[in-house]
């Protein structure tokens, strides 16, 4: 009776079945990581840039308003 069963041809098709189902799911799942990880960094880069950008624009405010200053105060 289970030498016969182990023949099966619906046996056979369901474990092929359940192992590519856990293949692809396990496929997938690596995949969404090293994407998460990926847009991860791509964030952190993106805000160092932002960061270097407002630093920029804050120092050229700072120019401008000390320019301003000392023409106010020369008049």
Request: a negative charge; aromatic letters at 6%.
């Amino acid at each position: 009776m289970a030498a016969s069963a182990l023949r099966s041809p619906i046996l056979f098709i369901g474990l092929a079945n359940l192992f590519a189902i856990s293949g692809s799911t396990y496929m997938l799942r690596s995949h969404h990581i090293y994407n998460l990880e990926e847009h991860e960094a791509r964030m952190d880069e993106l805000e160092g840039t932002l960061r270097g950008h407002i630093g920029l624009i804050e120092g050229a405010l700072d120019r401008l308003e000390g320019n301003k200053a000392k023409s106010v105060k020369e008049k």
